[in-house]
């Protein structure tokens, strides 16, 4: 597997994606187009939107009105759960959304982790290496839609007969495989991954927990990757090395961030996580503190980073943009 362009531009320094949280409303896609001409504008290299049929907006049909408003924003999945839709359609759309956005699109998938949703939706909620199964099933068969030939597979949970995709993609998107487990997920970034998405479990605002340890853990998560890029024959540069951070809130002073985060009512996010985790799932910052952070990450290892901000927190992201990413190096 050759290094994609995009990958390749870690060679010039750090990038910033933001994973934009789309509000419950009906203006909030005409919104969103905003949103990404602002985004470009400010300089980020990626907007990406999650995937969450009973909470959120459409990816698909987001990141398409994204598409037609921008020209270098790169616009992917933060990430879609395997199990959500058939890989022919999961093929379809994607080489779609590239090709309307001229090469532009990031293919972003996981194995899935709210449980709540699936029995919304009665789809099977089977252990996580099962899941990861069926993860390898989609990445292979999308791979094999793409293919230019008339594909057939007949898996453990997805079936294929004689079909392709026409026209695929001009050149196979990167793809993006989320989270953090060492053994399995990132064994499963080595295999098939352009690029991973991970985060440390003692976030940025947990009490009693050092920078240090931080830093440490994410060091680590990036050796376990390198380790499984090693034993699989992929130089290590193949693979961007990307860290999430969940919905951030940023102010000049800490203070005045607190006091931001605590007057959101997750109880309403659309946000899977901020609905589930509540006030512990917002990491508020002053920028002298998100600067030290991410300069710890950076330090770590990481190389991209997206981070959730709320559609409407226009304040997070002008910081984030003008205060916060030129001082990451």
Known sequence: MARHPWVAKADDGVRWGMQVVVPARRDALPDL???ASEMETLGFDS?????????HADPYIALAGAAA???????GQLVMAATYRH???????????????SGRSILGVGSGWFQAEYNMMHIDFPSIGRRQKDLDELIEVIEGLWSGRLYTHGGETFEITEMAIDPPPERRPPVLVGGSGKKGTLRQVATWGDACNIQETRKLNVAGVTDAERFAEIAEIF???????DDLGRPRNEVLKSHFTTMLVLAPTQAEADQRADAVDTS?????????????????????????????????GAQ???VQVDQDDRETMQLLANAVMPNIM
């Open 268 to 300: 309403k996010s659309t946000s899977a996580g901020a609905r589930s985790n509540g006030r512990s799932f917002l990491a508020a910052a002053s920028v002298d503190r998100a600067i030290a952070y991410y300069q710890g990450l950076r330090a770590a």
């Open 47 to 55: 907007m990406f939107v999650m995937d969450h049929p009973a909470l």
């Open 223 to 229: 050796a376990a990757l390198d380790g499984h890029l």
């Open 33 to 35: 187009m905003t949103v």
């Open 87 to 101: 890989p022919a359609f999961v093929a379809r759309m994607q080489a779609d959304l590239d090709n309307l956005s």
């Open 304 to 306: 991209y980073f997206v």
């Open 69 to 75: 408003v921008t020209e270098k924003l790169y616009l």
